[in-house]
């Protein structure tokens, strides 16, 4: 065994976006695409000495290889211990439970989250930081420097250690552990929901069904769920991580996750659905023929949060990303704490969560999460959700329905434009700011525009000011149509138009969402003039 010097070029475009370097499989298969980056990273953090790392991935194609090569690379930097998840597996909110457990430097998560995988597909590196949380701009850009000039990288030549057999390893003079992917994760869960409640659910043939999407969520799902809360076995679906992910894609949305839409639209259905998505930090929560919106969902959990014992306390704050709906607004005004509106990105979350400011966080694409870790956690909402079903004895439907006759609906669908022309998505957009200035006052028929802007966040931490996040067009009566581009598509452009209208009498709290919304989705097309600049007359994907 030694370390060797290894003479390399750099790359262009290995500039991390919101969650990492993302490429085709093939891009990251190129000789020394991967080491580059590494060696980025670890010139980026200094000296590594005596320090730990934490390693994992969502299972996906090229997984494997890639965690035996950053082993090899710790071992040349100095590293004194890595942690790597057994099979090389970790979700995204199991490494940012596992480093501040183990107050590692950081960790190295190996995923693209949803975006498909296999040969063809893609795959991912990220790096977190002390916090459990996403490396910020600076230490990324810092990453980006890097491989901009990054001429060598210092690797081992030790074989491949075995990462089926749990325990210690070596690899030159760095400490290996191969950990259980779930036991420190599922300790911390236990910590936070009333497993007996969950238990007496299920013993009392509660039924539920997990899709695990064949990615990372599965296994994590299966020990928890099946394992400690005792649910039958088969509770979970698809559940083992498959490089491909069975060819799915595993984004749980009503679209995707077709199969568990069925099934809990079907006679028998099960009394609750879950999934979850390819790095297990997404979720979607579905009751029986009736799937709960995202933004619902952050609003019902923040009002029963102290059905749990990890928030029996109460809530410090609550924050959401502005295109998700304002119901968690509602709940905030009502328990008297603040409720904090940030850009698309759960990075944003990170300082509000440092600082103590808010203690759950959520956004429209299916992410919930808390201050428990610096991540938002698919497995996490999943058991919140089974401790409120558990305590009230209530139906998913039930608390919903119960929630909208309290605190008003909040309607809310998202409509995305996908693969644009991405030039005509940008003009499309810049045509939007030029109208703003005019909107505000403007009768739209049966509204009128209070506020346009282009939405500005300051955070209220560090001070620091993120511009152009979004168009909104907020109705006097707190109806809403945002616009933006997508920051995380791989083809062309992708619009989103986020609605949104409220409505406070329950006997109009039962319509067909895209109904109730239609009003508003007419005026989002005379405003924008989407079918003129995109050519398309309808959405790729309604949800
Ligand atoms: C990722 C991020 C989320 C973000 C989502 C949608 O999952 O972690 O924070 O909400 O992408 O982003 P997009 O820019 O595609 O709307
Ligand atoms: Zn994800």
Redesign the pocket.
Known sequence: MSITTISTTPFAGQRPG??GLRKKVSVFQQPHYLENFVQSVFDTLGDCSGKTLVLGGDGRFHNLVAVQTILRMAAAHGFAKVLVGQGGILSTPAVSCVIRKHAALGGIVLSA??NPGGPEGDFGIKYNIANGGPAPENVTEAIYHRTEAVSQYRISDAADIDLNRLGAARVEEMDVEVIDPVADYAELMQQLFDFDAIRKLFAGGFRMCFDGMHAVSGPYARAIIEGQLGAPAGTVINAVPLEDFGGHHPDPNPVNAAELIDLMAAENAPDFGAASDGDG??NMIVGRNFAVTPSDSLAVLAAHATLAPGYRAGLKGIAR?M?TSQAADRVAEALGIPCYETP?????FGNLLDAGKATLCG???Y?TGSSHIRE?DGVWAVLFWLNLLAATGKSVEQLVSEHWARFGRNYYSRHDYEALDTKAANELMASLRIKLATLAGTDLGHYVVALADDFEYTDPVDGSVSTQQGIRIVMTNGSRIVF??????TEGA?L?VYLERYEADPKYHHLPTQQALSALILIAEQVAGIADWTGRAHPTVTT
């Open positions: 919101t969650s989250s949803h930090d997404r990303s295109p698309t990105g759960w990075k944003f956004e429209e694409s992410g938002k933006r581009l997508s920051g995380t598509g992708t989103r």
